[in-house]
Nanobody
Framework: QVQLVESGGGLVQPGGSLRLSCAAS????????MMWVRQAPGKGLEWVSV????????YYIDSVKGRFTISRDNAKNTLNLQMNSLKPEDTALYYC?????????????RGQGTQVTVSS
């Protein structure tokens, strides 16, 4: 079955960096677009970034452009999100997700999430 397991979250000061990783299994990872989505306290889910199957196509929500970098390693079935210059408004539960085929921003599977807290 499809499994997505995130890691790398934590508490960081404003301006700091974190690198999130997601280990994928149970499906042909290199055949799917992958996503990071997040949910801030008291808010709905928000897509953050999408990456194409080979890693050459990437999209970002405006609020993270220039600060976050999505990448993937198809040999290791791993998805990553490098987050720099973190802001308190980046505080959220971050999920790795498999983009639904034929969709732009919808997903069909996601992991359990990893908490990112940006605070001084």
């Amino acid at each position: 079955q499809v499994q997505l397991v995130e890691s790398g979250g934590g508490l960081v000061q404003p301006g700091g960096s974190l690198r999130l990783s997601c280990a994928a299994s149970g499906f042909a990872f290199n055949s799917y677009y992958m996503m990071w989505v997040r949910q801030a306290p008291g808010k709905g889910l928000e897509w953050v970034s999408v990456i194409g199957t080979s890693g050459t196509i990437t999209y970002y929500i405006d609020s993270v452009k220039g600060r976050f970098t999505i990448s993937r390693d198809n040999a290791k079935n791993t998805l990553n999100l490098q987050m720099n210059s973190l802001k308190p408004e980046d505080t959220a539960l971050y999920y790795c997700a498999r983009r639904r085929v034929g969709s732009t921003r919808d997903y069909d599977y996601r992991g359990q999430g990893t908490q990112v807290t940006v605070s001084s």
